[in-house]
């Protein structure tokens, strides 16, 4: 059943009147975005008197915008060249205010274990509507009041405004705006985020890239959309449900061990990340419980090849690198592919070595050309898409547990968009602190305790 959530307010913030108004243009790594939808966050803090923390974070949203304005704007897809445009004094941010009516829900929507996506539904913001014009505001922000128990901060940001490293520097720029005062943002001496990097110029584009992609994503459109995967089975119909999963320091160095052991049998070296690990781990759970589908084994496992689509940061890869403080998308598909029978070889920790290698190919692979082949990345993510792949979102990195708005880091932090695309599973870092993994996925009841049974190694 849904959480019981009353909305109390909903106002639209601006950035400080003193930001001026301003257009900027995307980019061909923004282009790919322009059709899908927003990234989903939530962010749930314990909080004896949550409607006390209400004044702050009301006081200090604008300030945050003041760095982040384009995220108080909008974006026209029905109007060449294509913007993103904030208008002083029109333009402003969705802001809600709302209250669960029962707050004992709290403690379970922070647990890991197995939670309705009903009950997470009313926390998540929703962008307004799309003006007469086309256009279309890019973020969206909720706080919802437990009361006596904390508080659940919803933030949506479209993924044509900007991928996850920038939208993590937003909610960490608002958090220290809110716990320091807003004069930190300001002021070096205080452990405030750089300022957000929003010169679009420094995205060279000398093959043209935006306007070939923007070619293949009409011609897409038009008349070559690729043919829809399987239609799901009776099970894969019920109503899905979210869990966390911790994946330890030692586990994953278990992981990396045994893909190292591979790599050495084949007479290579294979040096992986804890996001490879990770990701493999995620990829043969996902796998084994497609084939605990009655009547979904051949579609399944038993398909001679298995996917996965991830998208890989290029600031650091690009030539010259972009700021790590750039703001937009700075993304690039990532493309892997591995026989099924590899995936599933016994013991289940030689499948997931084989997952591991084969997704650190794929990414030293990118590396060696991160811009290589740019022209066709739309296309080869359209053909891939029926066959299910498997597909990450999030990245450990991102610090998501480290954003702390004055009463301590978050409980719990979950990426709930996924939801939108199955197969999906999410990474952050570890709440814990001790240099592991958190994994999130959605799933059916019956496919979930399948993922369980087989993401323990």
């Not at 009361?147 to 901060?153: D, N």
């Amino acid at each position: 059943m849904a959480a019981q959530v009353r909305v109390l307010e909903q106002t639209r913030v601006a950035p400080p009147p003193s930001t001026p108004s301003a257009i900027l243009p995307i980019t061909f790594f923004d282009a790919a975005w322009l059709f899908t939808g927003p990234v989903e966050r939530l962010f749930f803090y314990r909080h004896p008197d949550p409607a006390s923390a209400l004044p702050l974070l009301t006081s200090s949203l604008p300030h945050a915008l003041r760095r982040f304005y384009p995220l108080a704007g909008n974006l026209n897809p029905s109007k060449e060249p294509f913007n993103y445009t904030y208008s002083r004094g029109d333009d402003a941010l969705t802001f809600v205010v709302a209250e669960s009516r029962t707050p004992g829900d709290f403690d379970r929507l922070v647990g890991t274990g197995p939670r309705d996506l009903r009950e997470m539904h009313p926390l998540v913001p929703r962008l307004p509507p799309p003006r007469e014009d086309g256009a279309f505001a890019l973020a969206a922000v909720q706080v919802t009041v437990f009361p006596g128990r904390g508080l659940c901060l919803g933030v949506s940001v479209h993924h044509a405004a900007c991928d996850d490293a920038s939208a993590t520097l937003f909610v960490r720029t608002w958090a220290a705006a809110c716990r320091l005062g807003a004069s930190s943002l300001d002021d070096s001496r205080e452990s405030a985020p750089p300022p957000p990097v929003l010169d679009r110029s420094l995205v060279a584009d000398p093959d043209d890239l935006l306007g070939k992609t923007l070619a293949g994503m009409k011609q897409l459109a038009s008349n070559n959309s690729p043919p829809p995967p399987p239609p799901p089975t009776p099970l894969e119909t019920e109503m899905p449900v979210l869990a966390s999963f911790s994946l330890t320091r030692d586990q994953i160095a278990r992981i990396k061990d045994a893909a190292a052991a591979a790599a050495a049998a084949q007479g290579a070296q294979q040096h992986l990340s804890s996001f490879v690990a990770a990701s493999a781990l995620a990829w043969v759970s996902l796998l084994k419980s497609r084939s605990s589908v009655p009547g979904a084994e051949e579609e399944g496992t038993a398909a001679r090849s298995s996917h996965m689509l991830f998208s890989a940061e290029c600031r650091s890869r690009l030539t010259p690198p972009l700021p790590a403080e750039y703001f937009g998308n700075c993304l690039r598909p990532c493309f892997v592919e591995a026989p099924t029978e590899d995936l599933l070889l016994l013991p289940s920790s030689a499948g997931v070595a084989a997952a591991a290698l084969a997704i650190g190919t794929a990414v030293r692979e990118m590396e060696r050309g991160v811009l290589e082949g740019a022209e066709g990345w739309l296309g080869k993510v359209m053909s891939v898409l029926p066959m299910r792949p498997v597909s990450v979102a999030g990245s450990p990195r991102y610090g998501v547990y480290e954003t702390d708005f004055g009463w301590g880091e978050p409980v719990r932090v979950e990426l709930v968009s996924i939801e939108k695309t199955p197969g999906t599973v999410s990474l952050a870092e570890s709440p814990d602190g001790d240099g592991g993994v958190e994994v999130g996925v959605v799933l059916p009841p019956h496919a979930m305790e399948a993922f369980a049974s087989c993401f323990r190694i």
